[in-house]
């Protein structure tokens, strides 16, 4: 809105206004406050329901597998079913398959798209009933030997609660984004002890922004949940390792050779889930029934190696300390790579974190005894951060993560370049992650590159225009119209100044062609309040000002004010010239050349010879003029 007197006159002593009022961040609404004191409550919240979900897990687990009543965290191993242990997953299959089709599809899938899903495309809007559904349907998919990890379901059904609370408030749709996140965010917290990865994940995935408004309150949410964890739990690290040794030169390159392996194997899983889903769809059966098929393929592969059933989060410890024998991981990482692709391809309700862990863990260790440098707990733990990073194509994620995991800071730079090197692969060689190709699937593109807007970057003098029309303030309906027929400039509006030259008005082309609709006498000067601007932009204040105030006001145009005289209009800046920046900056980031060339350094040095003779020349001289004075 046009800014009144007392904020023209309220500057410090030599500034302008315009840029001077332009902060690092566009935060400065106190809702913030409210917001994130919601995410306190949302982040206790999270952490209960991490609490209740590990508590089912343990329970169907006991159930399905040792016929006993108990809430007790176990494996699924160590079962003595014999060959009925096939049919329990299949079991599971069915169940969620029913509670899929006659409750919510919502529950289907790993959590995290369905969590982006509801973020783009319903205002991030969940259904109340996906809050008790989605963590019972996956507490009874892993119990009956789903090898799947309880942190995708976790982030969902915290990421409904936020979203099911938010609905009860009066918020925009952009807050109570954050407050699904910040659910999401403190549930991945609370089960892994893994706050600042949490939130992470939060930025690399579901916000799309990188600001203060979203980011607190997400903070605030994981802080709290970890912190009830405390209470709940443990504050230890879930997979604490001896420390690794500091890496050498020799580690970091293996760290690269690593990473790649790690790209690779993402690319296959992700191929693998959704050649599965594809193979699934030609079936000539309802997809409720999907589960149960995938239920039987993970039976069978649990015959082969019963480590891969479950949430596997001793598995993970084992491989992390070297428990497991070579033979026995060998099969594990097939049966784990296999059954997992196979059952999330079902439509079955699981995650992906624990999954990634085991099967990058795996790898790693196989790594582990052939690379002539580092430990296996290094390689283990690597490659698992690697395989997060290429396969979620959330490195800063991956890395962090499997840092809280096991608090071994010695191998941060390895893990570093390895989950680099890994998304670097799988940017080449996919167009989408395991996460945004079910979303693309449904007709939704997810961007996944942050950047400052363009618009942002370029001041509203670069593109405004100096030639317009300009009025008296008292100007009558016909002279309007003359002025504007017979100007060159009319498709920039015109400016209505005092006799002094102050503005006292502004009209854009739509509005001076719909004058005559509303006045009568084209002879009677125009009512100061019909052209009294609706906004102005100041000349250094960036492009985005410029579009923001433009949308805020439906303009067309907005006139362009000097920022050490607010009242004297320069020049008029268009929507038009919002396009005109950005071919501005294509141009900046396409148009290539060479500034400077091997004889521009040659001269560049006898320019600096030249300067230090001199320098030194004139130092000698001095001298010698002293030496001759004290004679």
């Known amino acids: 809105m046009v800014r009144t007197e007392k904020e023209r006159k309220r500057t410090g002593k030599g500034l302008h206004r315009g840029v001077q009022e332009l902060g690092d961040f566009t935060t400065v609404d106190r809702r913030l406050f409210f917001i994130s004191a919601i995410g306190v409550l949302i982040g206790i919240v999270a952490a209960i329901v991490a609490l209740i979900l590990l508590s089912l897990i343990g329970f169907f687990t006991n159930l399905f597998y040792y ?148 980011l607190i309150p997400v903070a605030v949410a994981s802080a709290t949940a970890t912190l009830f964890r405390g209470l709940l739990f443990s504050t230890s690290p879930l997979f604490p390792i001896p420390p690794t040794p500091v890496p050498d030169v020799g580690t970091i390159i293996a ?60 598995t993970i410890d084992a491989l992390l300390l070297g428990n497991l024998a070579l033979s026995a991981i060998a099969i594990l990482v097939i049966v784990k790579a296999t059954i997992w692709s196979v059952s999330l391809g079902s439509g079955t309700s699981g995650g992906v974190l624990a999954p990634l862990l085991i099967v990058g863990g795996s790898i790693g260790a196989l790594e582990g005894h052939i690379l002539p440098v580092g430990t296996v ?82 001041p509203v003098r670069s593109v405004y225009h100096k030639d317009f029309i300009m009025l008296k303030g008292d100007s009558s309906l016909a002279e309007v119209l003359e002025a504007y027929k017979s100007s060159p400039a009319r498709e920039l509006g015109a400016v209505f100044v005092e006799p002094k030259g102050a503005m006292v008005g502004y009209l854009a082309p739509k509005e001076i062609l719909e004058l005559s609709d509303v006045i009568k006498d084209p002879v009677t000067p125009l009512d100061q309040d019909l052209i009294r601007p609706k906004a102005i932009v100041y000349s250094d204040e960036p492009l985005r000002v410029a579009a923001d105030r433009m949308a805020q006001q439906d303009s067309e145009s907005l006139p362009v004010v000097d920022p050490s005289n607010p009242a004297k209009a320069i020049a008029i800046v268009t929507r038009e010239d919002l396009f005109a920046a950005r071919v501005l900056w294509f141009a900046e980031e396409k148009n290539r050349e060479k500034v400077l060339s091997v004889p521009d350094l040659a001269t560049g040095g006898r320019v600096i010879r030249s300067v230090f003779n001199h320098v030194r020349n004139s130092e000698r001289n001095k001298g010698e003029h002293k030496d001759s004075s004290s004679l």
């Open 255 to 314: 760290a690269v050779l690593v990473g790649v392996i790690a790209g690779g194997a993402s690319t296959a899983l992700t191929y693998a889930v959704y050649a599965a889903e594809d193979t699934f769809r030609k079936f000539p059966l309802h997809w409720m029934w999907w589960p149960v098929i995938g239920g039987l393929v993970i039976g069978i592969g649990g015959v082969f190696s019963p480590h891969a059933l479950g949430v596997g989060y001793d």
């Open 377 to 458: 707990t290094l390689w283990v733990l690597v490659s698992m951060g690697a395989m997060i990073g290429g396969t979620m194509r959330s490195p800063f994620t991956g890395v962090v993560f499997s840092l809280e995991l096991t608090h071994d800071v010695n191998a941060l730079l390895p893990l570093l370049v390895a989950a680099v090197c890994a998304e670097a692969f799988t940017v080449f060689s996919m167009k989408r992650s395991i996460l945004t190709e079910k979303v693309a699937r449904r007709g939704v593109h997810v961007a996944r590159e942050y950047s400052v807007d363009v618009l942002e970057l370029i």
């Open 67 to 214: 016929g006993r009543v108990s809430f007790q965290f176990i494996s699924p191993a160590n079962n003595e079913l014999g060959l009925f242990a096939i049919a329990v997953p299949a079991i599971g299959g069915l169940i969620v398959g029913v509670m899929a089709r006659y409750g919510s599809e919502r529950i289907r899938g790993h959590g995290i798209p369905e969590a982006l899903e509801a973020i783009l495309i319903n205002k991030s809007k969940i259904e109340p009933k996906v809050t008790i559904l989605k963590p019972l349907s996956t507490a009874i998919s892993i119990g009956s030997g789903g090898p799947f990890g309880a942190e995708g379901p976790i982030i969902m059904t915290g990421g409904a609660f936020g979203s099911v609370f938010s609905q009860f408030l009066k918020l925009s749709s952009m807050e109570r984004k954050t407050l699904l996140v910040a659910g999401a965010a403190g549930g991945m917290a609370a089960t892994f002890n893994s706050p600042v990865s949490a939130v992470l994940l939060a930025v690399e995935l579901l916000l799309f922004e990188w600001k203060p408004r979203s």
